[in-house]
């Protein structure tokens, strides 16, 4: 199927920044919408940010006024700008993105999940 590459993930200090990446070849998949999810160990996997295809985002409100996502159709990619980041914003973070193939069939794909730890 289908491949998301993501990348951006790391270890940071309390109050550091992070971007993450979430691409796909154009060749075959165009993105028109997409969802940040993360999930930490021992904890239900939650929604952080999605944008539609119309450009609409949505957060959850954890991270509101830290976070942005955003699409970059030339480059075909979405990303995750994490700022002010907190101990509790550790977890593994996955990219879901729906679009087109070149062939015209429609498409949603998942990354592989990129880990994000923050320190105190």
């Known amino acids: 199927q289908v491949q998301l590459v993501e990348s951006g993930g790391g270890l940071v200090q309390a109050g550091g920044s992070l971007r993450l990446s979430c691409a796909a070849s154009?060749?075959?998949?165009?993105?028109?919408?997409a969802t940040w999810y993360r999930q930490a160990p021992g904890k239900q996997r939650e929604l952080v940010a999605q944008?539609?295809?119309?450009?609409?985002?949505n957060y959850v409100d954890s991270v509101k006024g830290r976070f942005t996502i955003s699409r970059d159709n030339a480059k075909n990619t979405v990303y995750l700008q994490m700022n002010s980041l907190k101990p509790e914003d550790t977890a593994v973070y996955s990219c879901?993105?729906?679009?087109?193939?070149?062939?015209?069939?429609?498409?949603?794909?998942w990354g592989q999940g990129t880990q994000v730890t923050v320190s105190s």
């Open positions: 154009r060749s075959i998949f165009s993105i028109n919408a």
């Open positions: 879901n993105a729906r679009g087109f193939m070149v062939q015209g069939a429609f498409v949603n794909a």
């Open positions: 944008i539609t295809s119309g450009g609409t985002t």
